[in-house]
Nanobody, 115 residues
Framework: QVHLGESGGGLVQAGESLRLSCTAS????????LGWYRQAPGSQRELVAT???????NYADSVKGRFTVSRDRARPTVTLQMNSLKSEDTAVYYC?????????WGQGTQVTVSS
């Protein structure tokens, strides 16, 4: 079992920045994918950004150039730096971990961007 602990959500104004962090614990495998998804009210959960343990990243087109995903090489921690936030970035953000076909999700942290 894997547990994902998230922190860093909140309320900001459009154009400001926020940083989300997530630490994985439990049965962590060294080769994995860590990252973030989000879900806005009335919408499906969607990819934000992920990074493999080899450093390969995958970003949603809507956040490219504004968000940066990074990982701590020494610990199973993933960070999402969000700059130039827009009202459409408002959502619950979920930390995500995958190893082979096994997927785990954090409880989610609310990000609200006021315009």
């Amino acid at each position: 079992q894997v547990h994902l602990g998230e922190s860093g959500g909140g309320l900001v104004q459009a154009g400001e920045s926020l940083r989300l962090s997530c630490t994985a614990s439990g049965n962590i495998v060294s080769v994995n994918v860590l990252g973030w998804y989000r879900q806005a009210p009335g919408s499906q959960r969607e990819l934000v950004a992920t990074m493999t343990s080899f450093g390969v990243t995958n970003y949603a087109d809507s956040v490219k150039g504004r968000f940066t995903v990074s990982r701590d090489r020494a610990r199973p921690t993933v960070t999402l730096q969000m700059n130039s936030l827009k009202s459409e970035d408002t959502a619950v953000y979920y930390c995500y971990y995958r190893w082979r076909e096994f997927e785990y999700w954090g409880q989610g942290t609310q990000v609200t961007v006021s315009s």
